[in-house]
């Protein structure tokens, strides 16, 4: 489940899930570097990440589907490429295999999401759309943000790497010294970019000369 390198400087249609694991910057950092790649995102959020968005980045994401959408569409300077998707609306486009949609990354990824998609399970349009992305074989990633794991936890990501999905837990490395918050969440954002063979600059690369940039 992974894109060919030769379409690396393509422009992607993609699938953004924001859930209620704390990591709500991981999500609104993914989005901002994609929209400003010049790709296309469906953001759905639920209604646990609004919560999680106000405590821990003072953005007030309305409970409705109308002002949620103004609410993004004013954080993201109303970007073209931004589409909001209501979390509840299973009627939705990316609801349906048959949407030319070219993955899905789910940031931050509460386990109860992770458990709900390891088992097939649809409570929402996130879950339903992560498991299209699995049935149609596209690329999906997953970025918990929990600790420590239960074995349940850790038995439903093994489930979700078998079926294909590949999971990005939220850390960093050190290597390249991060001196900010934002420097050592955009090396998780990076290191998901690299899964979707999206080209970055978030983080210098371990002994990678200039000439190889």
Same mark, same amino acid.
């Given at each position: 489940?992974?894109f060919?390198?030769?379409?690396?400087?393509?422009?992607?249609?993609?699938?953004v %899930?924001l859930?209620?694991a704390s990591?709500?910057?991981?999500?609104?950092r993914?989005?901002?570097?994609?929209?400003?790649?010049?790709?296309?995102?469906?953001a759905?959020v639920s209604?646990?990440a609004?919560?999680?968005?106000?405590?821990?980045l003072?953005?007030?994401l309305?409970a409705?589907h109308e002002?949620l959408?103004r609410?993004l569409k004013?954080h993201?300077?109303?970007?073209?490429?931004?589409?909001v998707?209501?979390?509840?609306? +299973?009627?939705?486009?990316v609801?349906?295999g048959?949407?030319?949609i070219?993955?899905?990354v789910?940031?931050?990824c509460s386990m109860?999401?992770?458990?709900?998609?390891?088992h %097939?399970?649809?409570?929402?349009l996130?879950?339903?759309?992560a498991s299209?992305s699995?049935?149609?074989r596209?690329?999906l990633?997953?970025?918990?943000? =929990?600790?420590?794991?239960?074995?349940?936890?850790?038995?439903s990501?093994?489930?979700?790497?078998?079926?294909?999905?590949h999971i990005?837990?939220?850390?960093?490395?050190?290597?390249?010294?991060?001196?900010?918050?934002?420097a050592m969440?955009?090396?998780t954002v990076?290191r998901?970019?690299?899964?979707?063979?999206? =080209?970055?600059?978030? +983080?210098?690369r371990?002994?990678?000369?200039?000439? =190889?940039?």
């Open positions: 489940m992974s060919s390198s030769e379409n690396s400087s393509q422009k992607r249609e993609l699938v %899930g859930t209620g990591g709500a910057m991981i999500g609104q993914l989005i901002r570097h994609l929209l400003d790649g010049g790709h296309r995102v469906h759905i209604p646990s609004r919560l999680v968005f106000a405590a821990e003072d953005i007030q309305g409705g002002q959408v609410d004013a993201y300077g109303d970007h073209p490429g931004l589409q998707a209501a979390a509840d609306d +299973f009627a939705a486009r609801s349906s048959s949407a030319k070219d993955g899905m789910i940031a931050p109860s999401t992770a458990g709900a998609v390891a %097939g399970i649809t409570l929402n996130i879950h339903r759309a299209v699995l049935k149609e596209r690329p990633v997953l970025v918990p943000r =929990e600790s420590p794991l239960s074995l349940v936890h850790l038995r990501l093994q489930l979700l790497a078998e079926a294909g999905a990005v837990p939220a850390t960093t490395a050190f290597y390249h010294r991060p001196r900010t918050v934002e969440v955009d090396f990076g998901v970019l690299d899964l979707l063979k999206i =080209e970055h600059g978030l +983080f210098p371990w002994r990678e000369s200039p000439a =190889e940039e």
